[in-house]
């Protein structure tokens, strides 16, 4: 039976998760095991439960104790509860919840990129995407148009940051991903090792469109994608198979990444 327990500030040891404003902070608390991790919102926290994620306490809006979170208490145990009105909690923690609900949650031990791609056909891999937001969307896309995992670079934000996981809906949980090896330099090389046609999201001379014949009938594609701005590194593109395009129109020269893999997704996962 969980403990409710009421809260005026966030001065407890206790609530040290819900206080520290720093995401390194939470990842790193509990080396050199796994560290920490914020889900915020009903849905995604029931997402996290649904994948496996442990939680070590709540931190709810008081209706949502009866309401929209009574189901994740229960299925949460014995962990504590801390509650208080809408305004408190406002106010302790510096910005309104606008889904009423947080719980702290242990990560898992990190997964292995070719264990996790071995089954797959389509695969996203994301390159030094610093973005929150971004990681959030594209992890988002590629769980509601078919694609079966994302690979990152140790460039990119962590899909567990509190923006991406809350940009996701939780689809973070749903879909396998993994960091490619940091000392790994030509990660497309390991990419066709692991038998996909690696295919580069860029602007180039020769980029093929979309819906090329070739590129949509690969048995095992790896779609790359790349920062905003300075986009993939040109010794990636060079290194695939494919420079891929998306078609624009009105003089508009390229997609946000998170819209461009959105395009790409549903046209290249369909098999």
């Known amino acids: 039976m969980s403990k409710i327990i009421e809260i ?69 145990g014995d962990i504590p509860v801390y509650t208080a009105d809408s305004d408190v909690l406002t106010s302790i923690t510096g910005f309104r919840l606008t889904q009423g609900a947080l719980c702290a949650m242990r990560r898992q031990a990190t997964s ?13 891999v994301l390159e030094d995407i610093m973005n929150q937001t971004n990681v959030g969307a594209i992890f988002r896309s590629a769980a509601a148009l078919g694609f079966d995992a994302v690979l990152l670079t140790s460039g990119c934000s962590d899909p567990l940051y509190r923006r991406s996981v809350r940009v996701s809906m939780g689809t973070v949980f749903q879909i396998p991903w993994a960091y490619l090896e940091k000392s790994s330099n030509d990660y497309v090389s390991t990419l066709r090792k692991m038998g996909f046609s690696p295919a580069a999201m860029a602007l180039t001379d020769n980029s093929v469109g979309i819906d090329n014949t070739e590129l949509n009938n690969e048995k095992k594609l790896a779609v790359i994608l790349g920062t905003e701005g300075e986009g993939l590194r040109q010794s990636t593109i060079s290194a695939c198979d494919y420079t891929v395009k998306i078609p624009m129109s009105h003089g508009v020269d390229s997609l946000n990444v998170a819209a461009a893999s959105a395009v790409a997704f549903w046209q290249l996962g369909k098999r």
Request: charged share 25%; proline share 5%.
């Open 8 to 76: 005026t500030d966030l001065t407890e040891k206790e609530l040290y998760f819900y206080s520290v404003t720093s995401e390194v902070q939470l990842l790193r608390c509990n080396e050199p095991e796994p560290g920490i991790f914020i889900a915020e919102s009903p849905k995604v926290i029931r997402r996290a439960l649904d994948a496996g994620y442990k939680p070590i306490s709540l931190l709810l809006e008081r209706k949502y104790i009866t309401g929209q979170a009574a189901d994740i208490i229960e299925r949460c």
């Open 112 to 124: 292995d990129a070719v264990q996790i791609c071995s089954h797959a056909s389509r695969i996203a």
